[in-house]
């Protein structure tokens, strides 16, 4: 069974960067696609970004175009989202998510494997 862990969450100001990790277990990531997706109390859940299960494709919620960048070590088993330039709004519960499909939109209802989420505060 597929177990994802995220990590790299806090608290940044403004214009700050963090580096968030999903790491996997149980299971070999690199047949899976991948997603991370975010949710602050009151709003649905959002895909942020995603990248196909060869890391061939990505892609990323206009919100964060330029800004973020999702990139994939199938030999670590992890896969990472570099958030730069954060600002307010980036503020909420981060969670990484996996299917075993090749490239999937990048949407919640697609994938099937949830981590537990780490929490992103961009505050002054």
């Known amino acids: 069974q597929l177990q994802l862990v995220e990590s790299g969450g806090g608290l940044v100001q403004p214009g700050g960067s963090l580096r968030l990790s999903c790491a996997a277990s149980?299971?070999?990531?690199?047949?899976?696609?991948i997603g991370w997706f975010r949710q602050s109390p009151g709003k649905e859940r959002e895909g942020v970004s995603c990248?196909?299960?060869?890391?061939?494709?990505?892609n990323y919620a206009d919100s964060v175009k330029g800004r973020f960048t999702i990139s994939r070590d199938n030999a670590k088993n992890t896969v990472y989202l570099q958030m730069n330039r954060l600002k307010p709004e980036d503020t909420a519960l981060y969670y990484c998510?996996?299917?075993?499909?090749?490239?999937?939109?990048?949407?919640?209802?697609?994938?099937?494997?949830w981590g537990r989420g780490t929490q992103v505060t961009v505050s002054s």
């Open positions: 998510a996996a299917v075993p499909l090749a490239q999937p939109m990048c949407v919640s209802y697609e994938y099937d494997y």
């Open positions: 149980g299971a070999t990531l690199e047949y899976y696609a």
């Open positions: 990248i196909s299960s060869s890391g061939g494709s990505t």
